[in-house]
């Protein structure tokens, strides 16, 4: 296992997912599963300890498949010959669930099982030693008055016309849903099986179809080509591997996530839209810069229909909340403080019968202008296709072909997308946030530039949501 370590990390391919646990080589973790660790003290082996420590189990085994795969070929036949291995992640991984069972089993093994619940937590994507050198005492009121700036003017505009006549392109998912209605689902969800700890356990025809049912609709102002949806690949450049975005190809990536709200684990549904880029209006635009996207986010209630969207960008910026009525935003401490507080532009429509939602999104900038509802297809709508992250060999764009042979993330091993920075980076880094701007891999996407927040917080909607 430190072969293989040593050799993923000598060649810069350490996938940044999850995150590693010290001590535990063969265990990742991520924030909802860290949330879990102080309520599986009494039992080890306990539905909920097995469940939890499956999980963690499966996600490091995930990122070894992902590792090893975008090994360059010289550094993958090495490794396979130092570990007697055709396959370096099988290897490790069977040796991994080995260690797995020991720690599952061994009864005189609490002291490591102590170690592995304490050490179990995920790292915040703020980087104190930024925020020290930055003097984020007096740098954060700089940044506080340019996003209420930001937000005075994106409320004002937000739900209004556009304000010029640019071309729309609509999108629609070109999955079916085989006939499902939004009730028969939600029963279907309310039924379907689930963890010891709670999470949602469906195939993945099931998670399509899911997926097809709450996908929204796009209508995107489309002034040149950056504003046309596609896939993410790697293309052949004049100095090695140059990142593009095939607009012959929309796609939707989709993951099943969870969060915790009121004593329950819910289900979520994550989409991803990626953009050639945020097309600069010139030498001095600050937010400008290759590749963009949109984040949506539908987190399913107790009755299996959604109960709060939400949405960033791929860089973690511009985190938007939609709650479905009657959860109601209510007043929180960072309402009347320099932190940034959630930010509600409007509540979501509750969908009729045979009613789709649908996401105005603006031409350039790709900022969400509204929330529509729709009874019919629109006209010429470009069908996009629904890719599951889980799927391989690319899972969710972390091992993608090159031109030239062999695979790579899209993601480098910081988590960030290479080569996507802007210029606003030199202005907001005493935030703490590396390279703000950058696109990044999910379970890395700080929110807030004032104060500590992330995307896949499980805790996220706690206090600011209520139901009445």
């Known amino acids: 296992m430190a072969r293989f370590d040593k050799a993923v990390a000598g060649a810069d391919v350490t996938d940044a997912g999850n995150a590693r646990i010290e001590g535990f080589p063969w265990l990742r973790t991520n924030r909802l599963l860290a949330s879990f660790s102080e309520e599986l003290r009494d039992d080890f082996r306990s539905p909920a300890?097995?469940?939890?420590?499956?999980?963690?189990?499966?996600?490091?085994?995930?990122?070894?498949?992902?590792?090893?795969?975008?090994?360059?070929?010289?550094?993958?036949?090495?490794?396979?010959?130092?570990?007697?291995?055709?396959?370096?992640?099988?290897?490790?991984?069977?040796?991994?669930?080995?260690?797995?069972?020991?720690l599952l089993l061994g009864v005189d093994d609490?002291?490591?099982?102590?170690?592995?619940?304490?050490?179990?937590?995920?790292?915040?994507?703020?980087?104190?030693?930024?925020?020290?050198?930055?003097?984020?005492?007096?740098?954060?009121?700089a940044i506080a008055a340019g996003y209420e700036g930001w937000k005075r003017d994106y409320l004002e505009d937000f739900g209004q016309p556009a304000a010029d006549a640019t071309a729309t392109t609509w999108y629609t998912p070109d999955s079916r849903h085989d006939g499902w209605r939004a009730d028969r689902a939600a029963q279907w969800l309310r039924d379907a099986p689930r963890s010891a700890l709670g999470l949602l356990e469906i195939d993945h025809d099931e998670l399509l179809q899911l997926a097809a049912l709450y996908a929204p609709w796009l209508a995107i102002g489309t002034r040149n080509h950056d504003d046309l949806l596609g896939s993410p690949q790697w293309n052949a450049g004049p100095d090695g591997p140059l990142l593009s975005v095939d607009t012959n190809r929309p796609t939707a990536d989709?993951?099943?996530?969870?969060?915790?709200?009121?004593?329950?684990?819910?289900p979520q549904?994550?989409?991803?839209?990626?953009?050639?880029?945020?097309?600069?209006?010139?030498?001095?635009?600050?937010?400008?810069?290759?590749?963009?996207?949109?984040?949506w986010r539908v987190t399913l209630g107790p009755d299996g229909r959604p109960l709060i969207y939400d949405s960033i960008h791929p860089c973690g910026c511009y985190h938007l909340f939609f709650p479905v009525p009657p959860l109601q935003r209510v007043e929180v401490a960072d309402d009347h403080s320099l932190r940034e507080a959630p930010l509600s532009p409007a509540q979501a429509p509750v969908l009729e019968a045979g009613q789709r939602l649908s996401l105005h999104v603006a031409a350039t900038s790709h900022f969400l202008r509204d929330l529509g509802t729709e009874d019919a297809m629109p006209d010429n709508a470009v069908p996009y296709r629904l890719r599951l992250v889980s799927e391989p060999p690319d899972y969710g764009r972390r091992s993608l072909v090159l031109p030239e042979g062999g695979r790579r993330s899209l993601y480098g091993s910081d988590g960030l997308v290479p080569d996507t920075e802007r210029l606003e980076r030199f202005l907001l880094w005493p935030s703490g946030i590396r390279s703000p701007g950058a696109m990044r891999q999910w379970g890395t996407h700080a929110t807030v530039f004032v104060g500590r927040r992330h995307f896949d917080d499980p805790f996220l909607f706690e206090e600011a949501f209520v139901l009445p």
């Open 49 to 102: 300890y097995v469940d939890w420590l499956r999980h963690m189990r499966a996600l490091d085994a995930e990122a070894r498949d992902i590792e090893a795969a975008n090994l360059p070929v010289a550094e993958h036949r090495t490794l396979s010959r130092l570990l007697d291995a055709e396959d370096p992640a099988e290897a490790v991984n069977t040796c991994a669930a080995t260690l797995s069972e020991e």
């Open 110 to 141: 609490a002291a490591a099982r102590t170690a592995l619940r304490e050490r179990v937590e995920v790292p915040d994507h703020y980087l104190t030693a930024w925020r020290v050198m930055g003097v984020y005492p007096l740098a954060r009121l």
């Open 254 to 266: 989709v993951r099943l996530a969870h969060t915790r709200y009121q004593g329950q684990v819910l």
């Open 269 to 295: 549904l994550v989409y991803t839209l990626w953009f050639p880029a945020r097309t600069r209006s010139g030498a001095t635009d600050i937010l400008g810069g290759r590749l963009d996207g949109l984040v």
